[in-house]
């Protein structure tokens, strides 16, 4: 018997074999369901609560990590841009706190290709994408009861929704709805010449108008 | 007299076709139905559907007879005012919904062809609520199950060694019986005949085992630097993993159009691009109920999460569930990583770190978000400078500091970029 001579070549292609094995197991990005191995997971994933994850607590009980805020929190700086109360009908008192400029335009044009254009249209037809697959297709701006819908109602419909139309207030703060605001009154089709920009009727959130010099 | 008369005839006959000009009613059916799009159907459909409002399948067999749908389409504020005992019913029924007041954009003869078209049905739009998802089919490709093909292998080389012990032992046997006849060979086992071989070409044997250690370490250090990294470049594989809900970006924000910051709103605010809280679903999904590929089913898991109704289309928030999204990029807590500070200031495109998504109908990771790849990224991108009002004051700060160099352009490496504490701290 030869076996001290093979021995070794046989521990050594075991070895081998037990590499390869053990490399072909740390790849595992071909499972799509796996993120792959993580060594120390616990740097990747704390122990802090992450959103959207149930976490069950000492005492049994299940925790979700999505929750809503307690009732009256309001965000720092935040200020309604709606007086509370106010009911789409008084809106017409909502007056345009930004005065109209070409740039501002452009940037209500912006928001608007973000937030609008899939259901509203490019022309504001109510033919975007996914307003031809909505049961009712959106109103068109410059027609029926939409063409001379004052900006303080269109404001209020941004803000609030209407009909089929979710509210968008939590999406785009109030100075983004205002500038929105300028660009569905050019597809409206109601402006013309631009409004004289000396002075500008303010909205303060407590509801009083106060006349303003525009700062320029 | 015979021409006079011809001549009063042909007199008759224009007026007659004149008038008829002047006062035939224009045709209602389609005018009416222009006006029913321009202004209902947003909130009511022709079928039994409840959009915003009730829908109209069987209207004319529900309201009072007589002028009551004309007044209330007029002004149905009026009505519940004035105490109409079917008006407050069905305000009752909707949950306190008010309809939108057409006195002073539909004149009477408006609301009349309205009302002769409501009358009339509409047997295009009696089947539009199954269209409703749109008809562009998309193959959602189903995150492979089934088995793992190393295991496979694993299964064949098992049975394999099963199947040759067998025969082993069938041959022993075999032996056995044939005792009285010794054979050298037959004596020997397996593993003698194999040792007798490899030891008669040990040179061969060294060489292959030598390749086989070398391949081996090789792919152990390759998955080494795999270790917490979720994207292959090699294999353009990510991780990707199955959702709560059957989402496609590629039919919302590839066919539908719908752009990324719509849904990730916070994208251009905030450190976090966000997943999208089900308000913003349901914006679109309270109308749209039904999907291309799966029907209600997909869809009907965000309103078990919205606590919405769908027959009734109200909202019960008792029976509000969050979704569990799986989230896809995930970076250590030990990094800081800002979205705005990239997409708003940086000016950089969604897709540059997160792929073509618009193709994709599982979300899938497309970047190895290691530090390496982050580093190379500013070292290698031009901030885009000019113009850009939070760069003033550094741009004349750096021109001053590179002005021997004569840079015109700027990397994020040479504006402090690769410092620890810019992301780590």
């Not at chain 1, 909502?94 to 608007?112: M, T």
Request: glycine content about 8%.
């Amino acid at each position: 018997m030869k076996l001290n001579k093979y021995i070794n070549l046989k521990a050594f292609a075991v070895s081998a074999v037990a590499l390869a094995f053990v490399a072909g197991l740390t790849s595992c990005e071909d499972v799509p369901n796996s993120p792959g191995f993580e060594f120390m997971p616990d740097m990747y994933r704390t122990r802090g609560l992450r959103y959207y994850n149930e976490y069950v607590t000492a005492t049994g009980d299940t925790l979700k990590a999505a929750r809503l805020p307690v009732a009256g929190t309001i965000a720092r700086d935040y200020l309604p841009s709606i007086p509370k109360g106010m009911t789409y009908e008084m809106a017409d008192n909502l007056k345009n706190p930004i005065p109209f400029s070409p740039a501002v335009e452009k940037e209500g044009e912006v928001i608007y290709g973000k937030f609008c254009v899939h259901c509203h249209g490019d022309g504001g037809h109510g033919d975007g994408k996914v307003g031809l697959k909505m049961p009712g297709q959106p109103p068109a701006y410059d027609g029926g009861t939409l063409k001379n819908l004052s900006e303080g109602k269109i404001f209020y419909s941004i803000s609030k929704g209407k009909n089929a139309m979710g509210p968008h207030e939590l999406m785009l703060n109030a100075d983004e709805r205002w500038k929105l605001v300028h660009y569905v009154q050019k597809l409206q089709g109601v402006r013309n010449a631009p409004p004289a920009a000396d002075s500008v009727a303010v909205v303060t959130p407590a509801g009083e108008v106060k006349k303003e010099e525009a700062k320029h | 007299m015979i021409k006079d008369i011809s001549r009063s005839a042909l007199n008759l006959l224009m007026g007659l076709i004149l008038a008829g000009f002047v006062f035939t009613p224009k045709a209602s059916a389609a005018d009416g139905k222009a006006i029913f799009k321009q202004n209902c159907a947003v909130c009511h459909s022709m079928t039994d559907q409840h959009l915003t409002g009730p829908g109209l399948a069987g209207v004319m067999d529900r309201v009072p007879p007589g002028k009551w749908l004309h007044d209330w389409i007029k002004n149905s504020e009026k009505m519940i005012k004035s105490g109409d005992q079917y008006a407050t019913k069905i305000l009752k029924e909707n949950g306190g919904a008010t309809m939108t007041v057409f006195e002073g954009t539909l004149t009477d003869a408006d609301i009349d062809e309205v009302i002769a078209y409501l009358k009339k049905g509409d047997a295009t739009t009696t089947t539009s609520s199954t269209t409703t998802g749109g008809t562009t089919g998309e193959q959602v490709v189903e995150a492979k199950g089934g088995i793992d093909p190393l295991y496979i292998i694993l299964i064949i080389i098992v049975i394999l060694a099963i199947l040759i012990g067998i025969l082993r032992g069938v041959r022993n046997s075999m032996s056995a019986v044939a005792e009285h006849t010794p054979d050298e060979e037959l004596a020997k086992t397996f593993w003698q005949e194999s040792r007798d071989w490899m030891a008669s070409h040990r040179r061969f044997i060294g060489v292959c085992c030598i390749i086989i250690v070398l391949l081996g370490m090789r792919s152990c250090w390759n998955s080494l630097w795999m270790v917490g990294v979720y994207y292959d470049d090699a294999s353009d594989k990510g991780y990707k993993p199955e959702q709560p809900i059957k989402f496609s970006h590629k039919l919302h924000a590839g066919d539908n159009g719908i752009a990324c910051q719509y849904c990730h709103n916070s994208v251009e605010k905030s450190r976090h691009a966000g997943i999208p809280t089900v308000n913003v679903c349901m914006n679109c999904h309270k109308s749209i109920q039904t999907g291309p590929q799966y029907a209600d089913k997909e869809i009907s898991k965000i309103y078990a999460a919205a606590g919405f109704d769908a027959k009734t289309g109200t909202y019960d928030l008792s029976k509000q569930n969050p979704i569990q999204w799986i989230k896809v990029h995930n970076l250590p807590d030990h990094v800081y990583f800002n979205h705005s500070q990239h997409v708003v200031v940086g000016k950089q495109e969604c897709a540059t770190c997160h792929g073509n998504v618009k193709e994709m109908t599982v979300a899938e990771q497309k970047s190895p978000l290691t530090m390496g790849w982050c580093i190379d990224c500013h070292r290698k991108t031009d901030v885009a400078m000019e113009g850009n009002a939070y760069y003033d004051k550094l741009h004349a700060y750096l021109k001053n500091k590179y002005k021997d160099q004569h840079l015109k352009t700027f990397t994020v490496a040479q504006m402090g970029g690769l410092e620890c504490a810019k992301c780590h701290y």
